[in-house]
């Protein structure tokens, strides 16, 4: 089955700065990888997802690249903000969408 | 994007008693469902995979008749912890996914979550 790791555990940035958060799975059949945002106490909020079909997808501060050959994909978050912190989530699924695989969670913390 | 509610919110039990969360999706139709269990500072432990229509397919560990699902619309799922003890507190996360015809004649899927349910059994 699919398993993926999701490196560093914890990251501590200054308020404008750039994070960086890499996932990589086992998988070679897995085809979709979203991120998720998790605030304390609240839901994950879905931020950027990624097919496998495309190797770079931006929405404004927020970016996700794939290296399907590698294995391996990751989430950029530029000019940091306070609101940034939280705990970010990497997934994947293999093709059919049957559930998704989470990584163990990056919890970034974006001092003033 | 999509939304996903969850009910209740939180709930405390008397050890041995039966707990019902409910999860809805409310602008979309979700055939396929998923249960997570999330741990104090720990990932989302997927327990099992909820189909309308059909029963839901388990996690390895999850004990089916400890945590019934029911799937019985497009838009509702239950868990139910049975005879709940302590051991079960815990968040309970439901996700519902959304199941969308792109322009390349393709299907994409998106999973939404519900806002959790917090578990205290005395």
């Known amino acids: 089955g699919e398993n993926v790791e999701q490196h560093p555990s914890t990251l501590s940035v200054q308020e404008g700065d750039s994070a960086v958060i890499k996932c990589t799975y086992s998988?070679?059949?897995?085809?979709?990888f979203p991120w998720y945002k998790q605030e304390l106490g609240k839901r994950p909020q879905l931020i950027i997802d990624?097919?496998?079909?495309?190797g770079e997808k931006k929405d404004q501060r927020i970016a996700v690249t794939l290296n399907k050959t590698a294995k391996h994909f990751s989430l950029h978050i530029t000019e940091t903000q306070p609101e940034d912190s939280a705990v970010y989530f990497c997934?994947?699924?293999?093709?059919?969408?049957?559930?998704?695989?989470f990584g163990t969670g990056t919890r970034l913390l974006v001092s003033p | 994007g999509a939304v996903v509610s969850q009910h209740p919110s939180r709930v405390i039990c008397k050890s041995g008693t039966s707990v019902k969360i409910e999860c809805r999706s409310l602008?979309?139709?979700?055939?396929?469902m998923f249960w997570y269990r999330q741990f104090p500072k720990k990932s989302l432990m997927l327990m099992a995979t909820?189909?309308?229509?059909?029963?839901?397919?388990?996690e390895q560990g999850v004990e089916k008749d400890k945590f019934l699902i029911n799937h019985a619309s497009l838009t509702l799922s239950t868990l139910t912890v049975t005879s709940a003890h302590p051991e079960d507190s815990s968040f309970y996360i439901c996700?519902?996914?959304?199941?969308?015809?792109?322009?390349?004649?393709?299907?994409?899927?998106?999973?939404?979550f519900g806002p959790g349910t917090r578990l205290t059994v005395l």
């Open positions: 998988d070679s059949a897995s085809n979709y």
């Open positions: 602008d979309f139709q979700a055939t396929t």
């Open positions: 997934a994947a699924t293999p093709s059919g969408f049957q559930k998704l695989v």
């Open positions: 996700s519902a996914r959304d199941r969308e015809l792109a322009a390349s004649g393709r299907y994409t899927d998106t999973q939404y």
């Open positions: 909820s189909n309308e229509g059909s029963k839901a397919t388990y």
């Open positions: 990624i097919r496998s079909n495309v």
